[in-house]
């Protein structure tokens, strides 16, 4: 398998590519609205009001009212995008997102704008990094995390004719593109590296420093797979036991808390099967960020490449 | 998801017509006697089930009769027909004065009400629209309904579509900060097609509205958010009729519907303790007779 080496030169902001797809995706088909909490600007939907006044409904700064709306459009047989900065749409509005669209299945697009860490000096009140965890635990809510703009763009087509609820998280952090020609494939991990000693399993923006730490693992003679889990939930579970047989360890990586997002959603896989493997699980445990900026507070959490190769060494040389 | 019962539906069907031709004195009389029916079957549900909402299900029954049997544009037996109006309970721990009113009209067959909330049972202690015909979305957790039909009435709108939305809240809920993020987006809006229905009760589960965090004066509330808004009587049903066919100008109609807890059942009536307390079965002998009156 080819090695698509992420290259740090040119970095994307995937809200980008969110907005252009979802106005390409509004000019085909009239049923594709989006709703947003003032967000006109941060969720990038500017263009959108432009080419459709009457299709952005802008409900002001009221998150719940926002995914209630919602769940009345996509009830009604319009596909709603909902767009709100994810620490404000997931947390404010989590019962909403739980009762009005996971369990009355409406197929509501529920879009987390600047997830993660990526307010990174706004401080703990603006970073979503507990949406994972929370929205893993609802039934029924597709829970999608793409790593780069190709594929954030392809996520979107697919998320607009799942006739479901998703839950779709949209980076703001600038991040290579890692992804290529590979469309979203929902429920499936894609492989964006071959490697025979660890597997390291990331999502969103800890995609592109896997694939760096691949890299430089490889120099040092250990090798890693890497696995691009843009679909947390429902997790592939086959793509893990492949992962536990074919190599020693497991890393996962993600902009989040471990309490229950990917990489709980990886552990409760590997400690169910026969042969469990040893795993390291970066990322935030239970502790409210320090002032600073994303790219400090990644590094400040262990979030960095280098932070990836170490984990992936360490397995590969415990078990050595 | 249950399935339409026919031969009710049928009956439904000469119910409303027979509405329609009638003068006002058989109106009235025709809808309380509906009601009525449905307060006997919900105190039965109850009893069998050993649980319910009882004091809210008699509050609201009248209201939720005049809606299913003279003003929705609804058909049984199409229950996921384009252009009907969309109703929506808020309030949806009075699920069984729900379930009542949509078995009577034919949804559903009435013996599944035997059912309600036994294991499995489609009719859960809140209304599940994947289960139930005729339930448009799930509630249960206060404060959802208003902004879910909020979207329904913007969505009809965008369709140019002449669907109404009707929404029943209870005034307790009313302390929940999400319907007045909605009610600001409908009046903003200007959205004629939708009509809030408030089953202004008085009462919560653990003591009256004003004495737990004051409600009143709901009217000029519902005003200042941009509401048009109509008060009557809650147990007159052609009041209410009239109040939820009135022509709408160009704002959401909020009708506060004045009404009893536990109306009908003389030892329930606007005691707090019957928000959910079960009836003995000497008791729904007893609530029977008087609402055979």
């Known amino acids: 398998m080819s090695a698509p080496v992420a290259s740090a030169s040119e970095t994307f902001d995937c809200r980008v590519a969110f907005a252009q797809e979802l106005s390409e995706l509004a000019r085909e088909d009239e049923r594709i609205v989006a709703v947003c909490n003032d967000s006109v600007g941060s969720s990038n939907l500017v263009q959108f009001q432009k080419e459709f006044p009457d299709r952005l409904i802008n409900v002001g700064i009221a998150e719940q009212d926002m995914v209630g709306v919602g769940a009345g459009l996509a009830l009604s047989g319009?596909?709603?995008?909902?767009?709100?900065?994810?620490?404000?749409?997931?947390?404010?509005?989590?019962?909403?997102?739980?009762?009005?669209?996971?369990?009355?299945?409406?197929?509501?697009?529920?879009?987390?704008?600047?997830?993660?860490?990526?307010?990174?000096?706004?401080?703990?009140?603006?970073?979503?990094?507990?949406?994972?965890?929370?929205?893993?635990?609802?039934?029924?809510?597709?829970?999608?995390?793409?790593?780069?703009?190709?594929?954030?763009?392809?996520?979107?087509?697919?998320?607009?004719?799942?006739?479901?609820?998703?839950?779709?998280?949209?980076?703001?952090?600038?991040?290579?593109?890692?992804?290529?020609?590979?469309?979203?494939?929902?429920?499936?991990?894609?492989?964006?590296?071959?490697?025979t000693d660890v597997t390291v399993v990331a999502a969103g923006t800890m995609v592109s420093r896997a694939l760096e730490a691949a890299e430089e693992a490889a120099e040092q003679g250990v090798s890693v797979r890497v696995l691009n889990m843009s679909t947390i939930a429902p997790l592939d579970e086959d793509a893990i036991r492949r992962a536990m047989t074919e190599t020693r360890g497991i890393v996962t990586a993600e902009e989040a808390t471990t309490t229950g997002g990917l990489g709980a959603a990886v552990a409760a896989v590997v400690v169910t099967e026969r042969a469990p493997v040893p795993m390291r699980m970066l990322g935030i445990h239970r502790e409210f960020a320090p002032t600073g900026t994303t790219a400090f507070l990644l590094e400040h959490f262990g979030l960095t490449a280098g932070d990836i190769r170490q984990a992936a060494i360490g397995l590969a040389r415990a078990d050595a | 998801m249950l399935v339409a019962d026919p031969g009710t539906a049928a009956d439904w069907r000469r119910f409303r017509q027979e509405f329609t031709d009638a003068g006002p004195e058989r109106r009235r009389e025709m809808l309380r006697e509906r009601a009525n029916q449905s307060r006997t079957a919900d105190l039965h549900m109850i009893g069998r089930a050993g649980l319910g909402h009882v004091g809210g299900d008699m509050s609201v029954l009248d209201i939720l009769?005049?809606?299913?049997?003279?003003?929705?544009?609804?058909?049984?037996?199409?229950?996921?027909?384009?252009?009907?109006?969309?109703?929506?309970?808020?309030?949806?721990?009075?699920?069984?004065?729900?379930?009542?009113?949509?078995?009577?009209?034919?949804?559903?067959?009435?013996?599944?009400?035997?059912?309600?909330?036994?294991?499995?049972?489609?009719?859960?202690?809140?209304?599940?629209?994947?289960?139930?015909?005729?339930?448009?979305?799930?509630?249960?957790?206060?404060?959802?309904?208003?902004?879910?039909?909020?979207?329904?009435?913007?969505?009809?709108?965008?369709?140019?579509?002449?669907?109404?939305?009707?929404?029943?809240?209870?005034?307790?809920?009313?302390?929940?900060?999400?319907?007045?993020?909605?009610?600001?987006?409908?009046?903003?809006?200007?959205?004629?097609?939708?009509?809030?229905?408030?089953?202004?009760?008085?009462?919560?589960?653990?003591?009256?509205?004003?004495?737990?965090?004051?409600?009143?004066?709901?009217?000029?509330?519902?005003?200042?958010?941009?509401?048009?808004?109509?008060?009557?009587?809650?147990?007159?049903?052609?009041?209410?009729?009239?109040?939820?066919?009135?022509?709408?100008?160009?704002?959401?109609?909020?009708?506060?519907?004045n009404t009893v807890k536990g109306r009908g059942v003389s030892f329930m009536e606007d005691r707090v303790e019957w928000h959910h307390k079960v009836p003995s079965a000497e008791q729904i002998v007893t609530a029977e007779a008087e609402l055979a009156r």
Not at chain 1, 117 to 145: N, Q
Not at chain 1, 149 to 172: I, K
Not at chain 2, 67 to 87: A, N, Q
Not at chain 2, 98 to 109: D, Q, S
Request: proline share 6%; glycine share 10%.
């Open chain 1, 78 to 195: 319009y596909v709603p995008f909902v767009c709100g900065a994810s620490p404000f749409l997931t947390g404010r509005a989590l019962e909403q997102i739980k009762a009005d669209v996971a369990y009355s299945q409406s197929p509501v697009v529920l879009c987390g704008m600047s997830p993660g860490m990526a307010y990174g000096e706004l401080g703990p009140t603006h970073h979503s990094i507990e949406d994972l965890s929370w929205l893993r635990a609802i039934a029924g809510l597709d829970v999608v995390v793409p790593a780069d703009p190709a594929e954030t763009r392809s996520a979107v087509r697919w998320a607009a004719g799942a006739a479901r609820p998703v839950f779709l998280r949209v980076g703001r952090f600038k991040v290579p593109a890692v992804t290529g020609d590979r469309e979203f494939s929902f429920g499936a991990a894609t492989t964006l590296r071959d490697g």
């Open chain 2, 65 to 257: 009769t005049t809606l299913f049997f003279s003003v929705l544009r609804v058909d049984p037996e199409k229950p996921e027909w384009d252009d009907r109006d969309r109703f929506v309970l808020s309030k949806g721990h009075t699920a069984g004065a729900l379930y009542a009113t949509l078995a009577a009209a034919g949804f559903f067959p009435e013996a599944e009400l035997q059912t309600f909330a036994g294991p499995l049972s489609a009719l859960n202690g809140h209304p599940n629209r994947v289960k139930v015909p005729g339930v448009e979305t799930n509630t249960g957790p206060l404060g959802h309904g208003l902004p879910v039909s909020v979207g329904m009435a913007v969505a009809a709108r965008l369709s140019s579509s002449s669907r109404h939305v009707y929404v029943v809240l209870g005034d307790g809920e009313l302390q929940e900060g999400s319907n007045w993020e909605a009610a600001m987006t409908a009046g903003h809006r200007r959205l004629s097609n939708l009509t809030a229905v408030v089953d202004r009760n008085r009462l919560q589960q653990g003591a009256r509205t004003e004495e737990t965090n004051t409600l009143d004066p709901l009217d000029d509330k519902f005003r200042a958010f941009g509401w048009d808004v109509l008060e009557v009587d809650g147990h007159d049903h052609l009041a209410l009729h009239e109040a939820f066919t009135a022509p709408r100008g160009d704002r959401p109609t909020c009708v506060i519907a």
